[in-house]
């Protein structure tokens, strides 16, 4: 099986080899340490994940209590409490989202009364 591999890989790079030479394409073809071709590949590097203020978990279990007992067409406010109110209502959105689906609830930062409101919306 690898010598058909190995066959095809040879042909295969002799054919982009000929249209590289005559200016038709670039290609880069990486077969474990081996690379042949003159495209150069940049690799992004990965966006670190921001470091949580809380302990993971923390802001889940806070809110769980209010969305676990929420029905469909019902509001509920869950008060910021020493949470940044964005950041809660991300992780609200985030756990509406696997529970119960997108575009299945609204949510808003009440600034005033300090809450995070969610609406279930009627399924």
């Given at each position: ?13 002799k054919?982009?080899s000929?249209?590289q ?32 203020i ?70």
């Amino acid at each position: 099986m690898e010598q058909i591999f190995k066959k095809q890989l040879e042909t295969a790079i002799k054919a982009l080899s000929g249209l590289q030479r005559r200016g038709l394409v670039s290609f880069k073809v990486i077969v474990g340490d081996e690379e042949h071709g003159d495209l150069e590949v940049v690799r992004k590097a990965k966006r670190p994940r921001a470091k949580s203020i809380h302990p993971m978990g923390v802001v889940r279990d806070y809110v769980l209590p209010y969305l676990n007992a929420l029905e469909p067409d019902d509001i509920v406010s869950i008060p910021v409490a020493n949470f940044d109110a964005e950041s809660l209502r991300g992780n609200v959105c985030a756990w509406a989202t696997i529970n119960w689906g997108k575009g299945s609830y609204s949510t808003t930062v009440n600034r005033e009364a300090q809450t995070v409101e969610i609406y279930r919306h009627e399924a």
